[in-house]
């Protein structure tokens, strides 16, 4: 019985809760112990929750932005080196802000756009509040390549690509100019696709083909596809003209019921 009291105070003493930071990094970098891994993510989940909220409304939903301070928070741990003597917090927090900041790169423009030009829309924002200031107005595009020392053309790449960073919602909605109904932005951009009536009219004949028996077949092919004559197709058929001409209705007699079952659904 005392063995096992023993062990079972050995056991609550080296319990991961029981032990500072220093002696959990030690014990980390020895043994990968996961659950010890877990404590020291637990004590220090308070940084990755903090420099999350300094990038609150800024395009990325908090909740994301908070999963990827952990994961940084995380790789922190991994790399630590309580060998070097730098404090836990010091090492952490630029590794957690890298992070965050890759993610925004990577994951905060709503279509992807090259590195380059999103890195030249940081610098263009910046040059507009300083050169805002310094002329009392708002800078022309000149003045902004030439403060950056870039053409005139990377400057109105830079800030047409910026549009893409955060997407409008097709329901935003603009006044109408006194009109009762407002107007949304899905009036004011975009077109019909011809090519989807295209298509749903493609699907439409080919379902009903399928329906045709071999005669009636070749009779729509020819008549409609080929631009044959009834007198044509009557002559390679073998029957006459009129027998044509009825079987030809009858068909299209088909069609007109398969469409009119569509339009009921």
Same mark, same amino acid.
């Given at each position: 019985?005392?063995?096992?009291?023993?062990?079972?105070?050995?056991?609550?003493?080296?319990?991961?809760?029981?032990?500072?930071?220093?002696?959990?990094?030690?014990?980390?970098? !020895?043994?990968? &112990? %996961?659950?010890?891994?877990?404590? =020291?993510?637990?004590? @220090?989940?308070?940084?990755?929750?903090? /420099? #999350?909220?300094?990038?609150?409304?800024?395009?990325? !939903?908090?909740? &994301? %932005?908070?999963?990827?301070?952990? =994961?940084?928070?995380? @790789?922190?741990?991994?790399?630590?080196? /309580? #060998?070097?003597?730098?404090?836990?917090?010091?090492?952490?927090?630029?590794? %957690?802000?890298?992070?965050?900041?890759?993610?925004?790169?990577?994951?905060?423009?709503?279509?992807?756009?090259?590195?380059?030009?999103?890195?030249?829309?940081?610098?263009?924002?910046?040059?507009?509040?300083?050169?805002?200031?310094?002329?009392?107005?708002?800078?022309?595009?000149?003045?902004?390549?030439?403060?950056?020392?870039?053409?005139?053309?990377?400057?109105?790449?830079?800030?047409?690509?910026?549009?893409?960073?955060?997407?409008?919602?097709?329901?935003?909605?603009?006044?109408?100019?006194?009109?009762?109904?407002?107007?949304?932005?899905?009036?004011?951009?975009?077109?019909?696709?011809?090519?989807?009536?295209?298509?749903?009219?493609?699907?439409?004949?080919?379902?009903?083909?399928?329906?045709?028996?071999?005669?009636?077949?070749?009779?729509?092919?020819?008549?409609?596809?080929?631009?044959?004559?009834?007198?044509?197709?009557?002559?390679?058929?073998?029957?006459?003209?009129?027998?044509?001409?009825?079987?030809?209705?009858?068909?299209?007699?088909?069609?007109?019921?398969?469409?009119?079952?569509?339009?009921?659904?």
């Amino acid at each position: 019985m005392k063995n096992v009291a023993c062990a079972a105070t050995n056991e609550n003493v080296d319990s991961p809760k029981k032990l500072n930071e220093k002696e959990l990094f030690k014990r980390y970098a !020895e043994t990968k &112990d %996961i659950d010890i891994r877990n404590e =020291l993510v637990n004590r @220090y989940l308070y940084i990755a929750e903090i /420099l #999350s909220k300094k990038y609150i409304n800024k395009g990325i !939903e908090y909740e &994301d %932005i908070y999963q990827v301070a952990s =994961l940084g928070l995380i @790789y922190a741990i991994e790399r630590f080196d /309580l #060998s070097r003597g730098f404090e836990f917090s010091s090492f952490a927090t630029p590794t %957690i802000i890298g992070e965050i900041k890759k993610h925004f790169r990577d994951k905060g423009w709503s279509i992807r756009v090259p590195r380059r030009i999103q890195e030249l829309s940081k610098k263009v924002n910046a040059a507009r509040i300083a050169l805002n200031q310094k002329l009392q107005r708002s800078p022309k595009i000149e003045d902004i390549a030439e403060y950056l020392g870039c053409t005139e053309e990377q400057v109105l790449e830079a800030m047409e690509a910026s549009q893409v960073y955060t997407p409008k919602s097709l329901d935003l909605s603009y006044d109408a100019n006194g009109d009762d109904k407002d107007l949304q932005l899905m009036d004011l951009v975009g077109e019909d696709d011809k090519h989807f009536d295209m298509i749903e009219n493609r699907d439409f004949i080919q379902k009903c083909l399928d329906k045709l028996n071999e005669v009636e077949m070749k009779i729509i092919k020819d008549r409609f596809f080929h631009n044959k004559t009834q007198i044509q197709v009557a002559e390679e058929i073998g029957v006459s003209q009129m027998t044509i001409s009825r079987m030809e209705k009858k068909v299209l007699e088909k069609f007109r019921k398969e469409l009119k079952k569509i339009k009921e659904i």
